[in-house]
């Protein structure tokens, strides 16, 4: 595979200098003694355990922790205000408990503090008189317990005396054997709540007439314990439901049903936590009919959106989760900013990335020779300009050289070529060599702009957008600026084993393993293979053309766990012979190869030219461009430097009737 040159190294253009150093005191001068000091020409006294005079003490190692992810329960460890909303929505809930039966979704995305919101409220709630709670998390049930599992939780709350009636009750209205069974079993002795809760079931759920009873009989043991003495109010019982956006959708259904249906009486509000846009139609619960829809929007009579944390409270989050994790020394203003808006404000988020550096830095032994900054700036740049990452850490299918000098180097050439004035003498050389290793020369009457504007056709996308990002450039000249860094670069170059990508999202719902993964949003599509994951890729043909075939072989191993199979062809010759035994199923192609940068472009314009192969191409490559991604926008081919995105791609194509888009 060529190495394409990308850019000129630092020495080339004056780059940004790295923070000095304090100078030392000029001669004749006298430096100010600090309070405590000895005399200057005196020595003072070696404190016992010290090191001896003229050696350095040893650097204590910093101390580092992790952060739990646990929802907040206390006002006092509330970080980002949310006591405040809390406090008015517990008001809200005591104040229309004569509105009683409604439901009330706390809607927020991921991680954006639903559950901390809704255990805050319960504690407001504690001080309510009359009011009582319960809690059920639908994440841990599945589609068989689900309703039953939230209405017991709901009878397991009220007063032993009143089962018992209520169970006498549901006896005497029905002469049936079940129910006359439990009349013996409470007459023959004392149950505990948990038996008369299981009793009541029983008896409510023994046959379908008993089902169409339930939403009656559960309203009179509502109505009896809600029942209070004088002047003080009715009881009220909320029902906090948790995690509903991340259950599978007959789970999802069942509780739905269980609010709507068989608990939606007075005395009972509920608070659901959980996304609305997961819970859409065209969400989580996609294949649900028009009627089945119009249900769940009768679940929710309203609904508290969360609002997103402003940009000064969620700096002061990151501040104070960076001190209880140890790493506040290493967050300077640029790379707070940066996790703030990067992360979208999400809390959750903002924990997972600092317990992402505290892993990294105290498990990873490659760290032990360079400061931790580096590790902090490093998975930031993994984390979130996760291509530019890609090419810094050598991505396969292409050799990308050294992209951070040629991202320095393009910084300033780009603003050479944006001024005004014309192009310093000393500077014009670095300019034109940096233009002749991209393929261009600067044309006499060319204007500069479109110099630049062919330049930047030649560069990896995203450059123009990251010169102008303040962040990403102060994170980078941090990055360089720190001890060893070209050491640190080259070992990321080589491979060096850091954690995989993390995710800004996960999905909220865990898919089963053989649900094709859709690139974006919640859910998946409706086409998702139902096979084993060892047959996921059946039947699917793949040729690899690439003339480094060992940079893949964790993605092509990956593919052939999952059925595919791989054949591999080191140059064009190999791919053709290939294709004149059997067309396969896609091929996968780098771009770089051989002396020819462009050779993987070429050959699959031939072949496409002379008809021998129609179907899918994917263009698997380190270095993505505009020129690049044109070329195979004209050729129906796709372009990628990501290991995930070929994954899909590749299940994308692995039905009957693959189809390109």
Request: charged share 25%; hydrophobic share 40%.
């Amino acid at each position: 595979m060529a190495t394409t040159p990308t850019g000129s190294g630092p020495a080339d253009l004056p780059l940004p200098a790295s923070p000095a150093t304090p100078a030392p005191a000029q001669p004749g001068t006298t430096a100010p003694t600090p309070p405590g000091s000895p005399a200057p020409g005196t020595t003072a006294p070696t404190p016992p355990g010290s090191p001896a005079p003229g050696t350095t003490a040893p650097t204590p190692p910093t101390r580092f922790a992790l952060l739990n992810d646990e929802p907040v329960t206390d006002s006092a460890a509330d970080l980002l205000g949310t006591g405040r909303a809390a406090r008015q929505l517990a008001g809200l809930l005591v104040a229309s408990r004569a509105s009683t039966p409604f439901t009330l979704a706390v809607d927020a995305g991921w991680g954006m503090g639903k559950s901390t919101l809704m255990r805050l409220v319960d504690a407001e709630l504690a001080q309510a008189p009359e009011v009582h709670t319960v809690w059920f998390n639908a994440w841990t049930s599945t589609a068989t317990d689900a309703l039953e599992g939230l209405i017991k939780s709901v009878l397991m709350r009220f007063d032993r005396r009143v089962l018992r009636r209520g169970l006498q009750r549901l006896s005497e209205r029905r002469a049936l054997l079940r129910a006359a069974r439990a009349l013996t079993t409470v007459a023959a002795g004392p149950l505990g709540v948990a038996g008369l809760v299981d009793e009541l079931w029983k008896s409510l759920s023994v046959d379908s007439q008993a089902r169409n009873e339930m939403r009656g009989a559960i309203g009179d043991l509502v109505q009896e314990w809600s029942q209070t003495d004088g002047l003080r109010p009715r009881r009220l019982l909320v029902v906090f439901i948790d995690d509903l956006d991340r259950c599978e959708e007959e789970v999802v259904l069942k509780v739905c049903e269980a609010v709507k249906v068989s608990l939606d009486v007075p005395g009972l509000a509920f608070v659901v936590g959980c996304d609305r846009s997961a819970l859409a139609p065209n969400g989580l619960l996609r294949d649900l009919s028009p009627a089945a829809s119009a249900f769940m929007e009768k679940i929710f009579q309203t609904s508290y959106r969360i609002p997103v944390a402003d940009q000064q409270g969620v700096r002061e989050y990151i501040g104070r989760c960076a001190r209880s994790a140890g790493i506040d020394q290493l967050l300077d203003e640029r790379l707070t900013t940066l996790l703030a808006e990067r992360s979208a404000r999400n809390p959750r988020r903002i924990k997972r990335l600092v317990n992402g550096f505290v892993l990294e830095a105290t498990l990873n032994p490659m760290w032990d020779d360079f400061p931790p900054e580096a590790v902090v700036r490093t998975l930031l740049l993994q984390y979130f300009y996760p291509d530019f990452y890609r090419m810094v850490a050598g991505a396969p299918g292409a050799a990308t050289g050294d992209v951070i000098a040629e991202f320095r180097t393009y910084r300033q050439v780009r603003r050479l070529l944006r001024a005004p004035d014309p192009l310093p003498e000393a500077e014009l050389p670095a300019v034109t060599r940096f233009l002749r290793e991209h393929d261009l020369l600067e044309q006499d009457m060319e204007p500069r702009e479109q110099t630049l504007s062919r330049l930047e056709r030649q560069l990896p996308s995203g450059f123009p957008e990251m010169v102008t990002d303040q962040e990403f450039t102060s994170l980078l000249d941090g990055l360089v600026a720190l001890d060893r860094s070209a050491e640190l670069l080259r070992r990321l170059r080589e491979g060096a084993e850091l954690p995989a990508d993390v995710q800004p999202e996960p999905a909220p719902y865990v898919a089963t393993a053989a649900s094709h993964v859709p690139p974006s949003g919640y859910g998946a599509p409706p086409t998702a293979r139902t096979e084993a994951p060892g047959l996921l890729l059946r039947g699917v043909n793949i040729l690899w053309v690439d003339d480094c075939p060992s940079n893949n072989v964790p993605l092509a191993g990956r593919l052939r766990a999952a059925g595919a199979v791989v054949r591999n062809a080191e140059d064009s010759e190999a791919a053709d012979a290939a294709l004149a035994v059997e067309s396969p199923t896609l091929i996968v192609s780098d771009i770089d190869r051989g002396t020819n940068p462009r050779e993987g472009l070429e050959h699959i314009g031939r072949v496409r030219r002379e008809g021998r192969y129609t179907g899918p191409v994917i263009f698997y490559t380190g270095r993505v461009t505009p020129e690049r991604r044109s070329v195979a926008e004209e050729l129906q081919a796709h372009l990628t430097n990501s290991a995930a995105e070929v994954e899909r791609l590749v299940l994308r194509h692995a039905g009957p009737d693959p189809r390109f888009g």
